[in-house]
């Protein structure tokens, strides 16, 4: 889940108008008696102030409703489709003996994410498996409801296995408060390195701690018009906004872990990351994916490292920050 908003900002201004007085007659000039004076126009009424801007909906306001909102699916790159929402994503990658689903999203994808993979020519009760990026409601809202619907196993890696079952968030977001979601059977717990086959495609597990505890970087390698690509999906951006991140009594070692993470996860080298929050990056793409533009408009293997360098400054800033703060 993204970070949430700061406090909003409210614009105030005030106006003064002065009213404007009509015609005065020239000096020596009299008024017949039988008209009475030219009245003054009257005052010009001030204009009410403007109102406060309308307040920006939160976070998670905003992924529950337009975040959640049903988009055209689509193939992205070989074997991988999108079939999430607007800005919350759920992958449906396909296989010969069956489909693997990663994250399944808001509780308000129950009925967007079957739509979509329907409407692409697939079918759901053919999932098989289910994976997640991370525990959080944004992100698996709607495994329980798949699980029931497909009977597909759920696996996950770690602490999130235990937030999953429980249904209950278990990350440094709950500092800031939270949702949680209908619990669900974790039939599999993954460990860092692990490997998910499903008939000839291959999911490696990197765990790379911060944003929760188990939160989980999925690679696999796909073909796409005859040319290889090494695929990550990026779910793990580290520790939201507003998180303490030093002297964190739950976590007491998150700063590092998640620097940690970060320089970890330089060892990977995708052609292709593709995100788990994704409108901006679909933004003026989606035609170029579906007309088979090559390469694909979304190859971007210089952008990873960059990606990592730039996560890496700016978790290390607020680190700096909430040292510097604390009192001496």
Known sequence: MPPRPGIRTVLAATSLVLA????????????????????????????????DPPAKPS?????????????????????????????VASYLITTPNGHILLDTGTKEMESVVPASIEKLGFHRKDIKILLSGHAHWDHVGGHAAMRRATGAQVMALGDDAVAIEAGADRSPLVELGTEGWAPVHVDRVLKDGDTV????????????????????????????????YAIAFYACAGPNLGVTLVHNPKFPTLAEDSLASFRKLKRLHP??????????????????????????????????????????AGLQERIDDQRAARPR
């Not at 030219?38 to 109102?51: F, H, K, S, V, W």
């Open 20 to 51: 404007g007085c009509g015609p005065r007659p020239s000096t020596g000039a009299t008024v017949p008696p039988s008209q009475p004076p030219p009245a003054a126009p009257a005052p010009a009424a001030a204009p009410a102030p403007p109102a």
């Open 59 to 87: 976070t998670s306001d905003a992924l529950h409703g337009p975040g959640s909102a049903a988009v055209e699916p689509f193939r992205v790159v070989g074997n991988i489709y999108y079939v999430g929402a607007r800005n």
């Open 197 to 228: 086959t499903l008939g000839g495609t291959t999911m490696t597990a990197v765990w790379a701690p911060g944003h929760t505890p188990g939160c989980t970087i999925w690679t696999t390698r796909v073909t796409d018009h005859a040319r290889p």
């Open 271 to 312: 052609d292709i990351v593709l995100w788990m929050h994704p409108e901006a990056q679909f933004e003026g793409k989606v035609e170029r994916i579906k007309a088979g533009e090559t390469p694909h408009p979304l190859y971007d293997p210089a952008g990873w490292p960059k990606l990592l360098d730039d996560a890496i």
